[in-house]
């Protein structure tokens, strides 16, 4: 090969760098961008969620939660077929809307999904007394927010939080996490079953809570938080609670 030759190939080694180096550069200016786009809209996202959702069966203690947090007192409350909404401030962190979901069955989901989108927070309070014989009814209202797929997606931060501590027979949390867990394990397997049945029939993609292959627990639900804490909203005792929202704040 001629010097003129080598020299030729050379400036074309060069160029062929270059353009290697620069296809390498756009491609990270291109994936800087989208992660900043994401990480602008992600955190537009957050921010915009300020709702608490308090929800629960009927006679699980919610407005009176709702009304010692937002009146700062104990209001009488009785079963309601619509909405509470307070505004909450948390020192140092701004403004959280506080939203008492009615627990009455033919309402609950309808006003849940009116507000699923805004949360940032969820509430789910029991009556750690009459667990026992509501274990189906509370099982099944947890799993079908815990599986809603807004929920999933936006994944609000979510409380179990086991009221009416107060009385001598009631059950502490770690006792409630086992209880339920062997419940919405019994429960997982029925809805699997049924869900399966419908997307051999009509192409309907099942949705499964926590980990396959082995039982339920809260900690394997990957796309969501699960924590428990104790209170009493009768005796005004819900520091569990006020901790708990200005971790989430």
Same mark, same amino acid.
């Given at each position: 090969?001629?010097?003129?030759?080598?020299?030729?190939?050379?400036?074309?080694?060069?160029?062929?760098?270059?353009?290697?180096?620069?296809?390498?550069?756009?491609?990270?200016?291109?994936?800087?961008?989208?992660?900043?786009?994401?990480?602008?809209?992600?955190?537009?996202?957050?921010?915009?969620? #300020? =709702? %608490?959702?308090? $929800?629960?069966?009927?006679? @699980?203690?919610?407005?009176? !939660?709702?009304?010692?947090?937002? &009146?700062?007192?104990?209001?009488?409350?009785?079963?309601?077929?619509?909405?509470?909404?307070?505004?909450?401030?948390?020192?140092?962190?701004?403004?959280?809307?506080?939203?008492?979901?009615?627990?009455?069955?033919?309402?609950?989901?309808?006003?849940?999904?009116?507000?699923?989108?805004?949360? #940032? =927070? %969820?509430?789910? $309070?029991?009556?750690?007394? @009459?667990?026992?014989?509501? !274990?189906?009814?509370?099982?099944? &209202?947890?799993?079908?927010?815990?599986?809603?797929?807004?929920?999933?997606?936006?994944?609000?931060?979510?409380?179990?939080?086991?009221?009416?501590?107060?009385?001598?027979?009631?059950?502490?949390?770690?006792?409630?996490?086992?209880?339920?867990?062997?419940?919405?394990?019994?429960?997982?397997?029925?809805?699997?079953?049924?869900?399966?049945?419908?997307?051999?029939?009509?192409?309907?993609?099942?949705?499964?809570?926590?980990?396959?292959?082995?039982?339920?627990?809260?900690?394997?639900?990957?796309?969501?938080?699960?924590?428990?804490?104790?209170?009493?909203?009768?005796?005004?005792?819900?520091?569990?609670?006020?901790?708990?929202?200005?971790?989430?704040?």
């Amino acid at each position: 090969m001629s010097k003129k030759d080598e020299t030729f190939r050379g400036v074309l080694d060069a160029e062929e760098k270059h353009a290697h180096w620069g296809t390498i550069g756009v491609a990270l200016i291109v994936g800087l961008i989208t992660l900043f786009i994401f990480l602008f809209v992600w955190r537009k996202g957050r921010v915009s969620r #300020r =709702g %608490i959702c308090l $929800v629960g069966l009927c006679e @699980s203690g919610k407005t009176l !939660i709702f009304s010692q947090l937002i &009146y700062k007192k104990a209001v009488e409350s009785f079963t309601s077929m619509k909405e509470n909404v307070g505004v909450l401030d948390i020192a140092n962190k701004g403004a959280l809307k506080l939203i008492d979901i009615p627990g009455h069955e033919r309402v609950r989901q309808r006003f849940f999904d009116s507000y699923k989108n805004t949360a #940032r =927070g %969820i509430v789910f $309070v029991l009556d750690s007394f @009459s667990l026992n014989k509501d !274990i189906r009814d509370v099982a099944e &209202y947890l799993y079908t927010i815990l599986s809603d797929p807004v929920v999933s997606s936006n994944r609000p931060q979510v409380l179990i939080l086991c009221n009416k501590q107060d009385h001598p027979l009631a059950k502490g949390p770690q006792v409630i996490q086992s209880v339920l867990e062997k419940e919405m394990n019994v429960l997982r397997n029925t809805q699997t079953n049924q869900l399966e049945a419908v997307a051999e029939g009509g192409n309907r993609k099942s949705f499964y809570l926590g980990q396959e292959g082995k039982n339920f627990e809260f900690a394997d639900i990957r796309s969501l938080r699960v924590e428990f804490a104790a209170s009493s909203a009768q005796t005004e005792d819900l520091e569990n609670l006020k901790k708990w929202l200005q971790s989430v704040a």
